[in-house]
């Protein structure tokens, strides 16, 4: 009889500002070496049901987005991380960066001060704060288009900025929709329509790159919070925290229009209420955002992948 092959997955899971991340720390795929883009294809092509183990159900959930550690190219980072969710890989990931650095501190693997994490995206560098929370300076973010059309059907025409924070996101401000959890459901029936709508008109990011994330922005209701958003992630769940990427995309659209200065502070609150601060620095006429957020650890666990187990792989779609 053939013996039963199980695997175990050492993970940390912890969630920012709302929105889960899942560490896997043991047990993951061997990627080698090169970098993190040729690692990030070996991912994608031999174990892609890997991803879908980790973070589908039975296991996970659609919210939740998985970072794999990984051999950095650069001797000075401290890691280097790819990051995925329910239907794919993600280029950076703001929230996850954060889960990241909380869960390295977990396990005394990291003290206060600043690291360098490398993603597909390019290098970031994150700074755990003696107070806990975490700054990450994301890649160099900038808006592609603005004020660009889409004809979303049940909707009519929407206008939207294309812009890059680590991800391409279409971000909207004229929607007359109410940033609320009550309205969860027209929220991301609005959002899903434009990202189709996106596609089937070939709008897209540089090198045409699909826009796989949509952001609604409104104003908060609480002082001193500069707006509230929606933002609709690529498998369809939305970002339960205010986006890093996100954010970072908004930041490069506002001081494009004039509406947000260097080192001037900019507090974005998610869907849920969790707030995540911005700052842009503008080097050269490059902008780099910094975002600041929390994250905390839920779990530590072993999961257990019994290939006897018809869902062993996870719920794919
Ligand atoms: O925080 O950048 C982010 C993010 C992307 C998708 C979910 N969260």
């Known amino acids: 009889m053939r013996p039963t092959r199980i695997q175990r997955i050492h993970v940390i899971d912890s969630h920012t500002a709302g929105e889960p991340t899942r560490v896997v720390i043991r047990g993951g795929p061997?990627?080698?070496?090169?970098?993190?883009?040729?690692q990030l294809g070996r991912f994608r092509r031999e174990y892609d049901h890997f991803r879908s183990a980790i973070v589908n159900e039975p296991r996970g959930s659609d919210a939740l987005?998985?970072?794999?550690?990984?051999?950095?190219?650069?001797?000075?980072?401290?890691?280097?991380?790819?990051?995925?969710?329910?239907?794919?890989?993600?280029g950076m990931c703001g929230h996850g960066t954060i889960g990241v650095i909380v869960t390295l501190a977990y396990l005394n693997r990291i003290r206060p001060g600043a690291h360098r994490i490398e993603t597909p995206a390019g290098i970031v560098e994150a700074r755990l704060n003696e107070d806990g929370t975490v700054t990450v300076r994301n890649v160099p973010?900038?808006?592609?288009?603005?004020?660009?059309?889409?004809?979303?059907?049940?909707?009519?025409?929407?206008?939207?900025?294309?812009?890059?924070?680590g991800?391409?996101?279409?971000?909207?401000?004229?929607?007359?929709?109410?940033?609320?959890l009550e309205n969860l459901e027209r929220l991301t029936d609005f959002t899903w329509r434009i990202r189709q709508a996106l596609a089937r008109e070939g709008i897209r990011g540089a090198n045409g790159e699909e826009i796989d994330h949509i952001e609604l922005f409104g104003p908060s209701p609480r002082e001193g919070i500069d707006s509230k958003n929606f933002v609709l992630c690529p498998g369809g769940s939305y970002d339960r925290s205010p986006c890093g990427t996100g954010t970072s995309a908004r930041m490069a659209c506002l001081y494009a229009d004039g509406r947000l200065k260097e080192g001037q502070v900019y507090r974005q609150e998610s869907i849920i209420g969790s707030v995540f601060e911005g700052t842009i620095s503008?080097?050269?006429?490059?902008?780099?955002?910094?975002?600041?957020?929390?994250?905390?650890?839920?779990?530590?666990?072993?999961?257990?992948?019994?290939?006897?187990?018809?869902?062993?792989?996870?719920?794919r779609r």
């Open 65 to 90: 987005v998985g970072a794999l550690l990984c051999e950095p190219t650069e001797p000075s980072c401290t890691t280097g991380v790819i990051f995925f969710n329910n239907v794919g890989y993600l």
């Open 30 to 38: 061997d990627l080698g070496t090169g970098s993190l883009a040729e």
């Open 141 to 165: 973010s900038y808006r592609l288009a603005a004020r660009v059309p889409v004809d979303v059907p049940g909707y009519g025409t929407v206008i939207g900025d294309v812009a890059w924070g």
């Open 282 to 315: 503008v080097i050269n006429g490059t902008i780099y955002p910094s975002i600041t957020g929390s994250a905390f650890v839920t779990a530590e666990a072993e999961l257990i992948l019994d290939e006897r187990d018809p869902l062993c792989w996870g719920i």
């Open 167 to 180: 991800n391409w996101f279409f971000l909207v401000e004229e929607h007359g929709l109410e940033l609320t």
